[in-house]
């Protein structure tokens, strides 16, 4: 789908993801900072790419969220639209839920790569795919055949379901 697009149009979603990414960095030191006259008083007239800080946030109304997090970095938000680009990057341009929900939460989930501030919609998120997984692990145990031991269910699902999360359709046959 991608090779498809004339060469204005992937130029102009370059351009787009690129502003969007910039626009999320610059912005990260003030972050959650909702007291126009604070953000004049830190920023002055450039606020943008300031290195995130606890002292911003003493005075006026806001959240302190980035901690550990350096001039240039992304939110959450700017890393999450990069797991759904290289989802859509994977799939020739084409939106592939179960990939993209297996980037989302190995991206966001326990060990990923994200180091952060993980919102309530993230949060959320990730544990919605926990209980899918427990649901499914739940289910696979109730139909499977009675002649099996309790520790055969529990070693079937512990070695067959993580292929779940990396494959589906033809190659999870």
């Known amino acids: 789908m991608v090779s498809k697009l004339p060469n204005e149009r992937k130029a102009a979603i370059t351009a787009a993801l690129a502003g ?10 003030l972050h959650w900072l909702y007291n126009p006259e604070r953000i004049a008083e830190v920023g002055g007239e450039a606020p943008e790419f300031l290195p995130p800080k606890a002292d911003y946030y003493t005075k006026g109304f806001g959240y302190f969220a980035h901690e550990g997090k350096d001039i240039g970095d992304v939110s959450h938000y700017g890393a999450a639209t990069g797991v759904l680009t290289d989802s859509l990057l994977a799939n020739n341009g084409n939106l592939d839920i179960r990939d993209y929900q297996r980037r989302f939460r190995s991206f966001f989930g326990p060990g990923g790569q994200w180091r952060g501030f993980i919102d ?30 309790e520790k055969q269910k529990r070693i079937l699902v512990q070695k067959v379901m993580p292929y779940t999360r990396r494959l589906s359709g033809d190659q999870l046959a």
């Open 20 to 29: 969007g990414w910039v626009a999320d960095a610059a912005s990260l030191g």
């Open 120 to 149: 309530n919609p993230t949060r959320i998120t990730l544990e919605n795919f926990n209980a899918i997984e427990r649901r499914a692990v739940e289910q696979a145990q109730a139909t499977m055949p009675a002649g099996l031991t």
